[in-house]
């Protein structure tokens, strides 16, 4: 079954220190893993979309990586204002109109 | 990047009456939207695809009576929760361009029946 699975479930930083959260993923054919951010009462905000194995997107503190089983969502130095909930999710193999969702980071940056 | 409006983005009604929630794509044609309904602490559940010109398609589970969604252009979808109970209460977003690339999500609405 295409499962996607997020760690860890929370994370608690202080403003600066930088750290990684994962996403590991077992999808017969990958179609893409995505990142999203979503801030409380708001819809997800996309992030980066990562095709295949070895490619990397950056913006700002924020640095994706593929591997062939799991992405990571790296954070540089993080501040405040980057805690959110992080998501990453990929398209059913065998519907792509149907996202398989992780059930996301809860990120807290303490100043 | 594209954008994709959810209005209203806070709604409460009373029980037993119905409310229309609406998901426009700003600045691209959308075929085909998606709608979800998150539970706190949970991740997006999706509820229907919806589909310009054409009927809705369920998920398993979801009472297609219940949640009307018309798709009547190509940039406006509407979800409408009808005779709404308490245990309808949540928050319902829509998105737009899912087709292998990235999926553009509305701001959400906070449905609070009481």
């Known amino acids: 079954e295409d499962q996607v699975t997020q760690s860890p479930e929370a994370l608690r930083l202080q403003e600066g220190e930088s750290s990684s959260l994962n996403c590991s993923y077992t999808?017969?054919?990958?179609?893409?893993l995505f990142w999203y951010r979503q801030d409380p009462g708001k819809g997800p905000e996309f992030l980066f979309t990562?095709?295949?194995?070895?490619e990397e997107k950056e913006k700002e503190r924020l640095k994706a990586t593929l591997t062939k089983k799991e992405s990571f969502l790296h954070i540089t130095a993080p501040k405040p204002e980057d805690s959110a909930t992080y998501l990453c999710?990929?398209?059913?193999?065998?519907?792509?109109?149907?996202?398989?969702w992780g059930l996301g980071t809860s990120l807290a940056v303490n100043p | 990047g594209a954008v994709v409006s959810q209005h209203p983005s806070r709604v409460i009604c009373k029980s037993g009456t119905s409310v229309k929630i609406e998901c426009r794509s700003l600045?691209?044609?959308?075929?085909?939207m998606f709608w979800y309904r998150q539970f706190p602490k949970q991740s997006l559940m999706l509820m229907a695809t919806?589909?310009?010109?054409?009927?809705?398609?369920?998920e398993q589970g979801v009472e297609k009576d219940k949640f009307l969604i018309n798709h009547a252009s190509l940039t406006l979808s509407t979800l409408t929760v009808t005779s709404a109970h308490p245990e309808d209460s949540s928050f319902y977003i829509c998105?737009?361009?899912?087709?292998?690339?990235?999926?553009?999500f509305g701001q959400g609405t906070r449905l609070t029946v009481v």
């Open positions: 990562l095709y295949s194995a070895g």
């Open positions: 600045d691209f044609q959308a075929t085909t």
């Open positions: 998105s737009a361009g899912n087709r292998g690339t990235e999926a553009f």
């Open positions: 999710l990929t398209p059913d193999a065998g519907n792509n109109r149907k996202l398989i």
């Open positions: 999808v017969s054919g990958l179609r893409g």
């Open positions: 919806s589909n310009e010109g054409s009927k809705a398609t369920y």
